[in-house]
DNA sequence: CTAGGGTTAG
């Protein structure tokens, strides 16, 4: 009873009094303490069970095996399954259910095959937790064909086989076939549960759906199933990725009143979404509140301070991790290394780039190096950058050299930009953003024949710059903004704003920007640059539905581009707002005509 | 027939 209720404490207490123990009650004790990750006190009873002369059993070894692997020990987990298995038991369906998950995790597809013949051998291949077991460890695989084999054979009735496929499905990038499958799941009436909607959640909102996901936590709500401490961190990414504060703010509410918010996770999750809605303060609050934190909770405050161009607080936050006696990981120092980058810290960067590897055993990673090539050529040091480069151990890839182009447009660099522009349309000649960037710097010198020929080559590869996309939060709805699309139906006032602003900008000395390159590029329909860029469109539709002086927030799928900033700044000076612009990888603040990335972005 | 064990969601 005690074990049922989760009270573990009482059950030991009643266990150490027992003067006469048997298989029974140890195999209850060790997976009662396995249940609660107390895998240590579970190792001292299996133990401990051998030198009272008792021999574990079938469900003793089981409890153990479990308590390994649901702890992420899944090495030591399969070691047991083999001694267990040496030792002459044959593992039952409880055994392969605890131990395919593992072997799915390790991604020994070597191993989960045996298993898999195991369980044809052994006729336990129709035992509901081994074929959701199965199904599951299949998708890790990414074998989606064994993973459809075995779900299809299975009753497909049986929800947690279910839910196991649909998960399978959007980890292996078949989200819609999920969605679909989902739907058709729903219209058959079968008993959908938390996890069913759940994992529906955390697919959408990894996946760029992040409007879905919402919809899916009020759908799951209607249905009268009650969101737990898992739904909820899944559902909070999503409101983060388009910055719907309110959505936000609510969930938050919500997990108060589930009395859930003491969750490392959700806590973590909280954190993230504060700092991507713009609000760092309160991501800090939320840190600080946390009555346990994890790794992953320092880094969502690091990553936050990073994101918001606030370096002292990210290093500062750095050594509050280390006194508190947490160890960093690679993730850590990204964070410390992306937020001296956008301050110029050559200095810092350096010193942590070092110690990375001498200090804490951590080796560099493209995303390091991708730091400091964005440091270095910050501060004007782009040979330097372009050495560490020719230098660093590992290939280099699209990011490194995105880095270093992007910084050659900044500073208006011809000969190294020419040369990372070479070496990114060999490695993802698709991606017209590189095409505009080079065009970028040739426009900055008036080599109009060359912007001309980056169109022509662009035109005949079929790419067309990816359409901007911008969305801000009006009272509970979220707005999405294309570039040139007209269908917003406050379309008019915008552009009657738009053109009064732009009036008063003239007044005020202010001209568009001559090197309109992206259009000379494109020559993209009239009424796409009639309408301007989608961060335009969503500042001034904020205007317009917000009272003056409160802040506008708004989040663009690209980078700003050189005229849209220099808008906003005349913006926020002009109509007294605070306006705040997440980019695709760091924050704008605008206030006073004067913006927080110092022109360097 | 027989106490005690398991899958799928972050």
């Not at 992306?338 to 780039?353: M, P, R, V």
């Not at 560099?364 to 440091?375: N, P």
């Not at 660099?413 to 020419?418: F, K, Q, R, T, Y």
């Not at 008019?492 to 259009?519: C, F, R, W």
Request: hydrophobic share 40%; aromatic share 8%; glycine share 8%.
């Amino acid at each position: 009873m005690y074990l049922k209720c989760h009270k573990i404490g009482d059950a030991q207490m009643l266990f150490d009094r027992m003067p006469e123990k048997d298989v029974v009650i140890y195999s209850a004790m060790i997976a009662g303490f396995s249940r609660e990750g107390l895998v240590d006190k579970a190792k001292e009873l299996f133990s401990e069970m051998r030198t009272m002369g008792v021999e574990p059993n079938m469900v003793s070894w089981n409890g153990m095996i479990a308590g390994f692997c649901n702890r992420g020990l899944h090495i030591e987990g399969l070691m047991l399954f083999q001694t267990m298995f040496s030792e002459g038991f044959r593992p039952d369906g409880s055994t392969v259910s605890c131990v395919l998950p593992a072997i799915g995790q390790l991604e020994d597809s070597v191993m989960g095959t045996q298993v898999h013949g195991y369980v044809n051998k052994q006729g336990i291949g129709s035992d509901k937790y081994v074929i959701s077991a199965l199904i599951d460890m299949y998708g890790k695989f990414s074998c989606a064909l064994e993973m459809s084999k075995v779900f299809d054979e299975s009753d497909q009735m049986e929800i947690g086989s279910c839910n196991a496929f649909l998960t399978g499905l959007s980890r292996n990038g078949l989200v819609d076939t999920a969605l679909d499958i989902f739907r058709r799941f729903k219209a058959q009436g079968m008993e959908l549960n938390v996890v069913t909607w759940t994992s529906m959640i955390a697919s959408c909102s990894q996946n760029g759906k992040d409007l879905e996901a919402l919809e899916f936590f009020r759908e799951m709500q209607n249905e009268g199933l009650e969101p737990n401490s898992i739904t909820i961190p899944s559902l909070i990414p999503a409101c983060g990725n388009i910055a719907a504060l309110m959505h936000g703010k609510a969930i938050h509410c919500f997990s108060i009143r589930k009395g859930i918010l003491g969750d490392v996770y959700v806590g973590s999750a909280l954190i993230d979404m504060y700092a991507k809605c713009g609000r760092i303060q309160l991501s800090r609050l939320c840190f600080d509140k946390m009555p346990t934190r994890n790794l992953v909770s320092w880094n969502a405050i690091m990553r936050g301070y990073a994101m918001h161009g606030k370096a002292r607080e990210t290093i500062e936050m750095f050594h509050m991790m280390q006194q508190s006696g947490q160890t960093p990981d690679v993730i850590t120092f990204t964070c410390l290394l992306s937020a001296c980058s956008q301050n110029g810290l050559t200095e810092e960067g350096w010193h942590y780039f070092t110690s990375m590897s001498r200090e804490h055993g951590i080796e560099a990673k493209l995303e390091h190096y991708a730091c400091m090539v964005t440091l270095l050529s910050r501060v004007g040091k782009l040979e330097e950058a372009y050495s560490i480069i020719k230098k660093m151990p590992i290939k280099p890839d699209a990011c490194i050299w995105g880095a270093l182009l992007s910084s050659c447009r900044v500073h208006h660099n011809l000969s190294l930009g020419e040369i990372a522009a070479k070496k990114l349309f060999q490695l993802e000649p698709d991606n017209p953003g590189n095409y505009v960037l080079l065009s970028n710097i040739y426009a900055s010198k008036g080599m109009w024949s060359e912007v001309n020929r980056i169109r022509d080559v662009m035109k005949s590869m079929g790419l067309r710059k990816n359409p901007g996309c911008s969305w801000i939060e009006l009272g509970r709805k979220v707005h999405m903004l294309l570039a040139g699309d007209k269908s917003h139906p406050q379309m008019k006032q915008i552009l009657e704003k738009l053109d009064k602003l732009s009036i008063e900008m003239n007044k005020a000395g202010y001209h568009p920007d001559t090197k309109m390159v992206l259009q000379d590029v494109e020559e993209q329909d009239k009424a796409q640059i009639l309408c301007g860029h989608s961060e335009k469109l969503a500042v001034v539709l904020g205007l317009l539905n917000t009272s003056p002086g409160q802040p506008l927030q708004v989040i663009k799928n690209l980078r700003i581009c050189d005229d849209c900033h220099a808008v906003i700044k005349f913006i926020s000076c002009f109509e007294g707002r605070e306006i705040y612009v997440r980019d695709t990888n760091r924050f704008h603040h605008f206030k006073d005509g004067v913006c927080s990335c110092g022109e360097y972005w």
